[in-house]
T-cell receptor
Framework: EPEVTQTPSHQVTQMGQEVILRCVPI?????FYWYRQILGQKVEFLVS????????KSEIFDDQFSVERPDGSNFTLKIRSTKLEDSAMYFC????????????FGPGTRLTVL | TQLLEQSPQFLSIQEGENLTVYCNSS?????LQWYRQEPGEGPVLLVT?????EVKKLKRLTFQFGDARKDSSLHITAAQPGDTGLYLC???????????FGTGTSLTVIP
């Protein structure tokens, strides 16, 4: 069964450093999402992406964050200058179309900012 | 931001018992999804409900979307230890490009 993959599974970085989290969505999917989940808290929407541009973003997704689909298969989330409070699980998700299509989540990347 | 509150936050029951988890909001959603999340993994979709009043069954799980599309419930009949996990509801915004997750219900079914 097709699945969303994410790398790395765990990323440790120093505060102020840039990180890039990578995702490979399911191949025929057109809509892509990033979420984060701080330990013990709820899953929070960050951004949605369609047709090579951001569709919608939350208040969390400030100018320190950016997304890119550089080569037609990868979907990346970049955090320019990490802060301690960016430590969280970051989940990528994709879905084929809209509305009732299933949103498939990747296994997540655990980001730890020291 | 549209808030979704789930109750209870934690639930521990004996195998064979029935339970209901609630997902409530003051906002209207285009659709509502229920997910189950295992530790260290991403959420896995269980069901999507779209129409107000809609009821969907998935084996021993029954999902209902409120008439006003602001709330939902998940009912599990004869719970089994394999049902243990974190259950999340998520509401879809009008644009179809943003999802608002609930606070989660952690269920433990004791054999």
């Amino acid at each position: 069964e097709p699945e969303v993959t994410q790398t790395p599974s765990h990323q440790v970085t120093q505060m102020g450093q840039e990180v890039i989290l990578r995702c490979v969505p399911i191949s025929n999917h057109l809509y892509f999402y990033w979420y984060r989940q701080i330990l013990g808290q709820k899953v929070e929407f960050l951004v949605s992406f369609y047709n090579n541009e951001i569709s919608e973003k939350s208040e969390i997704f400030d100018d320190q964050f950016s997304v890119e689909r550089p080569d037609g298969s990868n979907f990346t989330l970049k955090i320019r200058s990490t802060k301690l409070e960016d430590s969280a699980m970051y989940f990528c998700a994709s879905r084929e179309g809209q509305r009732t299509d299933t949103q498939y989540f990747g296994p997540g990347t655990r980001l730890t900012v020291l | 931001t549209q808030l979704l509150e789930q109750s209870p936050q934690f639930l521990s029951i004996q195998e064979g018992e029935n339970l209901t988890v609630y997902c409530n909001s003051s906002s209207v959603f285009s659709s509502l999804q229920w997910y189950r999340q295992e530790p260290g993994e991403g959420p896995v979709l269980l069901v999507t409900v779209v129409t107000g009043g809609e009821v969907k069954k998935l084996k021993r799980l029954t999902f209902q979307f409120g008439d006003a599309r602001k709330d939902s419930s998940l009912h599990i009949t004869a719970a089994q230890p394999g049902d243990t996990g974190l259950y999340l509801c998520a509401g879809e915004g009008d644009t179809g490009n943003q999802f608002y997750f609930g606070t989660g219900t952690s269920l433990t079914v004791i054999p």
